[in-house]
Nanobody, 121 residues
């Protein structure tokens, strides 16, 4: 089982920055991918950014050039640096991990509890 705890959300003015953190704890054989999703009121949850175990990254078109995903393996933590924030970035942001409990196990999806990001003047 993998437990994910997010932090770093809050209220920021347009053009501002925030950094989200997601710390993983528990037991796993491997974490194959980590990512951040967001869900705005009345909208479906969408992928914001992801990073795989080898280190390749993927971003939603709407955040390319503004957001950066990174990880610290020693701390089992993944980050989302968000710059040049816009009101349309307002949403609950969820941390996601895809992990295996053993070599032969299938991948399981784990989610954090979510952290609110509000971009408003």
């Amino acid at each position: 089982q993998v437990q994910l705890v997010e932090s770093g959300g809050g209220l920021v003015q347009p053009g501002g920055s925030l950094r989200l953190s997601c710390a993983a704890s528990g037991r796993w054989f491997s974490i194959d991918a980590m990512g951040w999703y967001r869900q705005a009121p009345g909208k479906e949850r969408e992928l914001v950014a992801a990073i795989t175990s080898p280190g390749s990254t993927n971003y939603a078109d709407s955040v390319k050039g503004r957001f950066t995903i990174s990880r610290d393996g020693a701390k089992n933590t993944v980050y989302l640096q968000m710059n040049s924030l816009k009101p349309e970035d307002t949403a609950v942001y969820y941390c996601h991990h895809r992990a295996r409990r053993s070599f032969r196990a299938s991948q399981d999806d784990y989610w954090g509890q979510g952290t609110q990001v509000t971009v408003s003047s």
